[in-house]
């Protein structure tokens, strides 16, 4: 990855606060501010969407709504390769009709025929992981629990050798700031979020993972299963099929949002739960309300925070005239606290009624597709905490956040409970 000239941006552009240590931790009351500003135009000529009903409005308006953060000026300047980076070349950052045509193939694997046979070892991996925890009357949330089920289902959903889980383990945090990068250099105009070092790092990193990956799609080539990467391989659309560098690319798609979205989805939970032991109570009272209590949880605090569009064109949004290239910066996780949508949105509440859905997984075309998938595995989670962890206790002074800010996670939660 080539890094070329920067022009440094104004620190007065509002995003740098969300690289603070106090405001990762609880970005909450700086969001509601935000929201009271309306729409915030930074210096560079960026605009910062906080409200529900805008976000909602561009998220579904694709056409004019582009995804294409690596085609920002931003990115062009300070990494003029970009597009040739195999893991910013991706679904994530692809527009119609490239996006269209992989997203209709990509959907054919996760088929209800594919994805049935998803929960019976979900809840295999849980019970292994709980076993190995429960005895000891304390774990980390992060490493002994989410990031083990993660890892463990994307293992089994790929078809990839256990003793290869570690190293997988090594490569998810580099993998997921590298998805950042797009979103942070086109919203703040330049690369100063990250060091030349960091750089360095994540292209060392993602040129490796893509290496693995590329190499197992070779090897499963050969001899083709009932897994993910198979099911890649076999499916077609109108006679065409993914090119195996779409494949590679979708393969480590897959695993890079699969880890991020799941972790910080079940972290998130286990603090809310511990910080809200009333809602604890209900749940332990009805574990029937486990997939309500996810749905909350990705409502309350949203694993994602940010989400990048670029204007495709001029257009007017939610009463708001946006200028062509302008890029736009959906701060998701402001949106699903609005009150306008979620009345007492501050707290969190496992039985909410609502109908405005939540911001969570993005709308319309680029929907997360493994939404359903991360969703399982933290209902799955949520209700064997209830049933099994008695005196359920996250503690506080244990929560470190890590630096990223696009997908916002814990890096650390001690949790305790009485067997």
């Keep these: 990855m080539t890094l070329a ?46 409200d529900y009903a805008t976000c909602m409005a561009i998220l579904r308006d694709h056409a004019a709504m582009g995804n294409d953060t690596l085609a920002s ?32 193939l990509v959907t054919k694997a996760f088929t209800p025929r594919i994805t049935a046979r998803y929960e019976p070892w979900i809840r295999e991996i849980v019970d292994s992981l709980f076993a190995k925890f429960i005895a000891n009357g304390e774990f980390d949330g992060v490493e002994d629990l989410a990031t083990g089920l993660s890892l463990g289902v994307i293992a089994k959903l790929l078809d990839i050798p256990a003793e290869d889980i570690p190293q997988l383990r090594e490569w998810s945090s580099d993998m997921a700031l590298s998805t950042e990068l797009p979103t ?5 105009h330049n690369a100063e979020t990250f060091t030349r070092d960091e750089l360095i790092r994540l292209t060392q990193t993602t040129t490796t993972v893509h290496a693995y990956f590329a190499d197992l799609i070779f090897k499963r080539r050969k001899n083709l299963g009932e897994d993910l990467i198979s099911s890649l391989i076999r499916t077609e659309h109108d006679g065409r099929k993914l090119s195996r560098r779409e494949v590679t690319n979708t393969v480590a798609t897959v695993f890079i949002a699969a880890h991020e979205s799941t972790t910080n989805l079940i972290t998130n939970g286990l603090l809310a739960l511990s910080r809200f032991p009333d809602q604890l109570a209900q749940l332990r009272q009805d574990p029937s309300l486990a997939m309500s209590t996810v749905d909350e949880v990705l409502r309350y605090d949203c694993p994602i925070l940010l989400i990048g569009r670029v204007a495709l064109e001029g257009k007017q949004v939610n009463g708001i005239d946006i200028d062509k290239d302008t890029i736009v910066t959906l701060v998701i ?38 939404n359903s998938l991360a969703k399982l595995e933290a209902e799955i989670v949520f209700r064997t905490v209830a049933e099994r962890l008695p005196d359920f206790h996250v503690h506080e002074d244990s929560l470190s956040y890590r630096r990223h800010v696009v997908v916002r996670g814990l890096d650390t939660q001690r949790i305790t409970f009485k067997a």
């Excluded at 609005?338 to 949105?345: I, K, L, T, W, Y």
Aim: with cysteine.
């Design 333 to 370: 996780g402001s949106g699903n606290r609005d009150e306008r949508e979620f009345p007492q949105a501050d707290e969190f509440r496992i039985q909410r009624q609502s109908k405005s859905m939540g911001l969570a997984f993005g709308v319309g075309a680029h929907y997360c597709l493994g």
């Design 73 to 104: 000026p931003a990115m062009q300047r300070v990494f003029p390769e970009a597009t040739e980076e195999p893991v910013l070349n991706s679904i994530f950052f692809l527009d119609d009709p490239a996006h269209g045509r992989q997203r209709r």
């Design 184 to 188: 942070l250099v086109a919203s703040f």
């Design 5 to 50: 000239g920067e022009r440094v941006a104004s620190r007065d552009n509002p995003l740098y606060a969300l690289l603070e240590a106090e405001t990762l931790a609880d970005p909450y009351p700086m969001l509601a501010k935000w929201r009271e500003m309306g729409p915030i135009e930074t210096e560079d000529g960026s605009l910062i969407i906080s």
